[in-house]
T-cell receptor
Framework: GQNIDQPTEMTATEGAIVQINCTYQTSGFNGLFWYQQHAGEAPTFLSYNVLDGLEEKGRFSSFLSRSKGYSYLLLKELQMKDSASYLCAAKSASILTGGGNKLTFGTGTQLKVEL | DGGITQSPKYLFRKEGQNVTLSCEQNLNHDAMYWYRQDPGQGLRLIYYSQIVNDFQKGDIAEGYSVSREKKESFPLTVTSAQKNPTAFYLC????????????FGEGSRLTVL
């Protein structure tokens, strides 16, 4: 089965750093995505991790530990425009999917950035 | 510019009616997906297609149907058998051979009156 957990809501201050955690239990796991979604809009890609470790991309970084089934998204120098929902998604592939990729999403973490 | 186009953006229907949501992509992507999003819930997979003329059920396929007659198009029909059709529907596509990053359309919001 597939199960992904992340906090429902978080609040942080402009200019600060925030870490959004995600734990997953996914059979056939082969990668972890983070997406950002503003209200009423489509999700947009932020990061992808397949190997253990930290991937840095500007103000955003993402970490993966496959042995622990754990990932986090780190946002630095928070801006008001970072207020959005952040979706963790685990990729899996199996013969049941014809060997193709399937993404299972968490419920999303609603981040509110305050002055 | 390449992208994914969903239409209509907003749709109202009466109970008991079928409705079809359009999804077209010009990214030359092999795989296409339909997700449903409800308030406070994550994206849930309805159907997906890895190749033309083939598709698989996702986690919540009951009450929905799809077709994949062309690589560019993956329409979703919400049938009267779907008990709670009011939701935000997202279509996505990806190249099959790379990371599998999903590219999303702008979404279609369906409201059943």
């Amino acid at each position: 089965g597939q199960n992904i957990d992340q906090p429902t809501e978080m609040t942080a201050t402009e200019g600060a750093i925030v870490q959004i955690n995600c734990t997953y239990q996914t059979s056939g796991f082969n990668g972890l995505f983070w997406y950002q979604q503003h209200a009423g809009e489509a999700p947009t890609f932020l990061s992808y991790n397949v190997l253990d470790g930290l991937e840095e991309k500007g103000r955003f970084s993402s970490f993966l530990s496959r042995s622990k089934g754990y990932s986090y998204l780190l946002l630095k120098e928070l801006q008001m425009k970072d207020s959005a929902s952040y979706l963790c998604a685990a990729k899996s592939a199996s013969i049941l999917t014809g060997g193709g990729n399937k993404l299972t999403f968490g419920t999303g973490t609603q981040l509110k950035v305050e002055l | 510019d390449g992208g994914i186009t969903q239409s209509p953006k907003y749709l109202f229907r009466k109970e008991g009616q079928n409705v079809t949501l359009s999804c077209e992509q010009n990214l030359n992507h092999d795989a296409m997906y339909w997700y449903r999003q409800d308030p406070g819930q994550g994206l849930r997979l309805i159907y997906y297609s890895q190749i033309v003329n083939d598709f698989q059920k996702g986690d919540i396929a009951e009450g929905y149907s799809v077709s994949r007659e062309k690589k560019e198009s993956f329409p979703l029909t919400v049938t009267s058998a779907q008990k709670n059709p009011t939701a935000f529907y997202l279509c996505a596509s990806t190249r099959a051979q790379n990371t599998g990053e999903l590219f999303f359309g702008e979404g279609s919001r369906l409201t059943v009156l």
